[in-house]
């Protein structure tokens, strides 16, 4: 029988350690019966970081789903691997997962900025960008002002759950045209940011948009009649 992995960071996004059972242990990596270890989806990364046991200590260098609701944390060919049913501390990277989570909410921001479609978009710590279906010109320096004010205001962020019937009732709330939320999967998660954003993400953000801290918008492309690509940077 397959046993799902329990989703610690959808209710604590700020969870940086648990301690967890190992369900099953493969050739790339170890599931365990809980994480806090958020697996590479809606653009963002799949988190690093580090499983301890008695037996030694484990380099997770990437996080992804396996199958039926399963988190594989995937290691190096050839790591010393704990043992199905071991005891374990699983640990993040912190300052990675951080920086996504400042910059997937920087990005929903620039979707509230900018009221298109979204065709596409990727987070990374060092930058990320959304894919815009648009033929307007962007503006820099107004959408800039636009991302600080917002940063600035220090909007509440939160989330709640709805069913696959109340997101079909409401087809406005899906901005992504390239990717659809899950269907048949169980409720849907819709993030909120108070009075700015509301639509469904699975993905970690903060709890208010102040975290963000002094983001800036970086170069725009024009990738096609009604596509333009706009790059965000985190400054520190």
């Known amino acids: 029988m397959t046993t799902q992995t ?11 350690t648990c301690e967890a059972t190992v369900v099953a242990v493969q050739e790339d990596g170890v599931i365990l019966d809980r994480t806090v270890f958020y697996p590479l989806g809606g653009g ?6 580090t499983i301890r046991w008695q037996g030694g200590t484990l380099t997770v260098i ?11 944390h995937r290691v190096e060919q050839g790591s010393r691997l704990p043992e199905t049913g071991d005891t374990v501390l699983a640990e993040l990277h912190w300052e990675r997962r951080y920086r996504h989570m400042r910059m997937h909410t ?9 009221p298109y479609g979204v065709t596409g978009g990727n ?11 648009m033929e307007d010109t962007v503006d820099k320096i107004a959408v800039g002002d636009a991302l600080a004010r917002l940063v600035q205001e220090n909007h509440p962020i ?16 899906v901005r992504t045209l390239s ?11 819709l993030l ?23 983001v800036r918008v970086g170069k725009v492309e024009k990738k096609g009649r009604h596509n333009r690509r706009v790059h965000l940077h985190l400054d520190d």
């Open 44 to 49: 963002q990364p799949g988190d690093t970081g």
């Open 158 to 173: 939160t989330s709640r759950w709805i069913t696959d019937e109340e997101l079909d009732a409401q087809p406005e709330l």
């Open 6 to 16: 329990e989703a610690l960071f959808r209710q604590d996004a700020y969870l940086k």
């Open 62 to 72: 990437d996080t992804r789903y396996g199958e039926k609701g399963q988190i594989c």
């Open 123 to 133: 987070i990374s710590a060092d930058k990320s960008r959304l894919d815009f279906d």
């Open 106 to 114: 920087a990005m929903h921001l620039l979707g509230a900025v900018l």
């Open 192 to 214: 909120e940011i108070a009075g700015v954003d509301l639509q469904p993400c699975g993905g970690t953000h903060l709890r208010s948009t102040g975290e963000v801290g002094q």
């Open 179 to 189: 990717v659809k939320p899950p269907r048949g999967v169980g409720p849907v998660r």
